[in-house]
């Protein structure tokens, strides 16, 4: 594989490190500790009677499909995140051509149907959705939107949430004070924009207290609510116990 470009700040090296370690330590070499974290998100949602999309990247998937396809139930929709978890904004357009070709192929082969994609880190280019468009992945959940008006509603963690701030430059974010959170069709591409701040810049900025985890997602969904716009949670399944809670032995409850 060539990495054409591919340049990495000492910063985002040290967040891709830290971020190997904590998937390391959740999931360890062997894939029991994921399926595990996957059974979970599915009682939550089952109890719920709710749906999720599930973004997997190829090459984990081409590796434990016989555990993945045992736990994967009809409720639940499967996207490509890549054929490797890249910044794939660093890449070149006939690199990323072939891994997104290659993610396909991965799935098919799989008897997996999808259409939907999701960039690793959410970091995309409106120039790939031409890329998408060819291979009939039609969907694209990966543009950002931040309700930042969440400061009041948890005055106890006031420093946190201005940390929190300091790393939304790895997003391409929007605000919701100047933008709609709704899908829109971009080169015949369907965007789906996930709100923010989403799970991994709570656990970043130690926003895990599950009031606050539920004051501010709560807030985006009472204001989507009476905008009559959307609300697209992203909650990745590695972090599943640090945004749920045991109200009594098992059964297990989400944060909002």
Same mark, same amino acid.
């Given at each position: 594989?060539?990495?054409? &470009?591919?340049? /990495?700040?000492?910063? %985002?090296?040290?967040?891709?490190?830290?971020?190997?370690?904590?998937?390391? =330590?959740?999931?360890?070499?062997?894939?029991?500790?994921?399926?595990?974290?996957?059974?979970?998100?599915?009682?939550?949602?089952?109890?719920?009677?709710?749906?999720?999309?599930?973004?997997?990247?190829?090459?984990?998937?081409?590796?434990?499909?016989?555990? =993945?396809?045992?736990?994967?139930?009809?409720?639940?929709?499967?996207?490509?995140?890549?054929?490797?978890?890249?910044?794939?904004?660093?890449?070149?357009?006939?690199?990323?051509?072939?891994?997104?070709?290659?993610?396909?192929?991965? *799935?098919?082969?799989?008897?997996?149907?999808?259409?939907?994609?999701?960039?690793?880190?959410?970091?995309?280019?409106?120039?790939?959705?031409?890329?998408?468009?060819? /291979?009939?992945?039609?969907?694209?959940?990966?543009?950002?939107?931040?309700?930042?008006?969440?400061?009041?509603?948890?005055?106890?963690?006031?420093?946190?949430?201005?940390?929190?701030?300091?790393? /939304?430059?790895?997003?391409?974010?929007?605000?919701?004070?100047?933008?709609?959170?709704?899908?829109?069709?971009?080169?015949?591409?369907?965007?789906?924009?996930?709100?923010?701040?989403?799970?991994?810049?709570? %656990?970043?900025?130690?926003?895990?207290?599950?009031?606050?985890?539920?004051?501010?997602?709560?807030?985006?969904?009472?204001?989507?609510?009476?905008? &009559?716009?959307? *609300?697209? =949670?992203?909650?990745?399944? %590695?972090?599943?116990?640090?945004?749920?809670?045991?109200?009594?032995?098992?059964?297990?409850?989400?944060?909002?």
């Amino acid at each position: 594989m060539i990495l054409k &470009g591919f340049h /990495l700040t000492h910063h %985002e090296a040290f967040d891709l490190f830290r971020r190997f370690i904590r998937i390391f =330590l959740r999931y360890g070499f062997l894939s029991n500790k994921m399926i595990n974290k996957i059974k979970a998100y599915q009682e939550i949602l089952n109890n719920f009677n709710a749906p999720a999309t599930f973004f997997i990247t190829a090459k984990p998937l081409e590796k434990h499909i016989q555990a =993945l396809s045992k736990c994967i139930e009809q409720n639940i929709e499967i996207g490509i995140h890549g054929y490797e978890h890249l910044d794939y904004t660093k890449l070149s357009n006939d690199v990323v051509h072939s891994h997104f070709r290659k993610a396909k192929k991965i *799935f098919e082969d799989n008897h997996i149907k999808v259409s939907l994609y999701r960039f690793p880190y959410l970091k995309h280019s409106e120039k790939f959705l031409s890329i998408l468009k060819g /291979l009939s992945l039609d969907c694209d959940c990966s543009t950002t939107i931040y309700w930042g008006n969440d400061a009041e509603h948890c005055n106890q963690d006031r420093i946190k949430l201005q940390s929190l701030k300091t790393y /939304l430059d790895q997003y391409e974010w929007k605000s919701a004070d100047s933008s709609i959170s709704i899908p829109r069709v971009t080169d015949g591409v369907v965007e789906i924009p996930v709100s923010l701040p989403d799970d991994d810049l709570l %656990e970043r900025a130690h926003l895990l207290n599950p009031q606050t985890v539920q004051n501010i997602w709560g807030e985006i969904l009472r204001q989507t609510y009476f905008r &009559g716009e959307l *609300f697209t =949670l992203q909650l990745h399944q %590695e972090r599943i116990f640090l945004f749920c809670y045991r109200r009594r032995e098992n059964a297990i409850n989400v944060a909002i």
